[in-house]
């Protein structure tokens, strides 16, 4: 029997409120189970894996040394780390900024799992005796020095031949060590804020970087080496004495980001405009009165940083009309 249209109507309304009622119960049960789930340390990313407890006291990270594998020992105003801390042997992040350390025990080399380790703002920590320590832990791949105001960098530093990232913001330093160049698998180096003149010719040498940042330095030049870092993506050298923008930028094709705000550049080269790669361009607080034309064929720019500069508003927004596609600030 067929039943009539209205019927048949309010019977498929009943059965799809129905269903939907059961998904939306289900759904809630999932995730409360998953909220639950979440909060004991384990993540339904389809992968299984679990998300870290994070220990904030050395005793119940020893005490649970198998479960260890983040230590945030931050602002505990330590002198020191006990040895037992060796028993930590699945520990791979090791935060000790804003601390009163001055050396690492022998035990720390033990730590063969840690892959990154944060000492800064420890001001009287023997960076030395800690390079020779750390040089045994193989997969070391960050390190963090930063606000510890050294003004020499130890040889030492050479030996950590598995460092990736090499963090020296707010210290003192005025140059760097040779041996520096033999991080033959560093990709990031941050000197932020130091008292570099030039620079180093030794990070001119590890043709492994992808990103250098000397913000705050007192650099009046970029060397025609530094085109030797062809892997180069990103460039900060703000806030420092540039007068000029050599021609070896224009032929770092792999730069993404670059940032030369707030020094004193009068002029943007036609060669900067070849760097078809680039995504990102700061050129605020300068001295820069004209636009080269060939600027419109950046055409994969996103994001370009004018403020602060003697140009006319005309022609910035001549340029805006050539690079549609592109946030420019001025």
Same mark, same amino acid.
């Given at each position: 029997?067929?039943?009539?249209?209205?019927?048949?109507?309010?019977?498929?309304?009943?059965?799809?409120?129905?269903?939907?009622?059961?998904?939306?119960?289900?759904?809630?049960?999932?995730?409360?189970?998953?909220?639950?789930?979440?909060?004991?340390?384990?993540?339904?990313?389809?992968?299984?894996?679990?998300?870290?407890?994070?220990?904030?006291?050395?005793?119940?990270?020893?005490?649970?040394?198998?479960?260890?594998?983040?230590?945030?020992?931050?602002?505990?105003?330590?002198?020191? /780390?006990?040895?037992?801390?060796?028993?930590?042997?699945?520990?791979?992040?090791?935060?000790?900024?804003?601390?009163?350390?001055?050396?690492?025990?022998?035990?720390?080399?033990?730590?063969?799992?840690?892959?990154?380790?944060?000492?800064?703002?420890?001001?009287?920590?023997?960076?030395?005796?800690?390079?020779?320590? /750390?040089?045994?832990?193989?997969?070391?791949?960050?390190?963090?020095?930063?606000?510890?105001?050294?003004?020499?960098?130890?040889?030492?530093?050479?030996?950590?031949?598995?460092?990736?990232?090499?963090?020296?913001?707010?210290?003192?330093?005025?140059?760097?060590?040779?041996?520096?160049?033999?991080?033959?698998?560093?990709?990031?180096?941050?000197?932020?804020?130091?008292?570099?003149?030039?620079?180093?010719?030794?990070?001119?040498?590890?043709?492994?970087?992808?990103?250098?940042?000397?913000?705050?330095?007192?650099?009046?030049?970029?060397?025609?080496?530094?085109?030797?870092?062809?892997?180069?993506?990103?460039?900060?050298?703000?806030?420092?004495?540039?007068?000029?923008?050599?021609?070896?930028?224009?032929?770092?094709?792999?730069?993404?980001?670059?940032?030369?705000?707030?020094?004193?550049?009068?002029?943007?080269?036609?060669?900067?405009?070849?760097?078809?790669?680039?995504?990102?361009?700061?050129?605020?607080?300068?001295?820069?009165?004209?636009?080269?034309?060939?600027?419109?064929?950046?055409?994969?720019?996103?994001?370009?940083?004018?403020?602060?500069?003697?140009?006319?508003?005309?022609?910035?927004?001549?340029?805006? /009309?050539?690079?549609?596609?592109?946030?420019?600030?001025?």
């Amino acid at each position: 029997m067929i039943l009539p249209l209205k019927k048949l109507f309010t019977f498929t309304m009943t059965l799809v409120c129905l269903i939907m009622r059961k998904v939306y119960k289900i759904i809630v049960i999932f995730l409360l189970i998953h909220h639950a789930l979440m909060a004991q340390g384990i993540n339904l990313d389809g992968s299984g894996s679990e998300v870290p407890k994070e220990f904030r006291q050395v005793a119940e990270a020893i005490d649970h040394a198998n479960e260890a594998i983040r230590l945030n020992l931050e602002s505990k105003e330590l002198t020191s /780390l006990p040895p037992g801390i060796s028993k930590l042997k699945y520990l791979r992040y090791l935060n000790l900024w804003n601390n009163q350390l001055i050396i690492l025990p022998f035990e720390i080399s033990k730590l063969k799992k840690l892959e990154e380790i944060n000492i800064g703002d420890n001001p009287t920590f023997n960076i030395k005796d800690a390079c020779v320590k /750390l040089s045994h832990i193989n997969g070391l791949k960050k390190l963090s020095l930063g606000w510890n105001f050294y003004s020499v960098l130890p040889s030492e530093i050479g030996k950590l031949k598995s460092l990736e990232h090499l963090d020296l913001t707010s210290n003192s330093l005025y140059e760097l060590p040779e041996e520096i160049s033999q991080l033959a698998n560093l990709t990031s180096i941050i000197l932020w804020k130091n008292h570099l003149s030039e620079i180093p010719k030794s990070i001119i040498k590890i043709n492994t970087l992808t990103r250098i940042n000397f913000n705050e330095n007192n650099l009046s030049s970029i060397p025609e080496a530094l085109e030797c870092v062809n892997n180069l993506e990103y460039l900060l050298l703000s806030d420092n004495k540039i007068s000029i923008l050599p021609m070896v930028l224009g032929n770092m094709g792999n730069l993404k980001v670059l940032d030369v705000s707030n020094n004193k550049i009068e002029t943007i080269p036609e060669h900067l405009c070849n760097l078809q790669e680039l995504k990102v361009l700061v050129l605020s607080g300068n001295l820069i009165s004209k636009l080269p034309e060939k600027m419109t064929q950046l055409t994969g720019l996103k994001k370009l940083v004018l403020t602060a500069n003697p140009l006319s508003e005309t022609e910035v927004n001549s340029l805006r /009309l050539a690079l549609p596609n592109c946030e420019i600030i001025f």
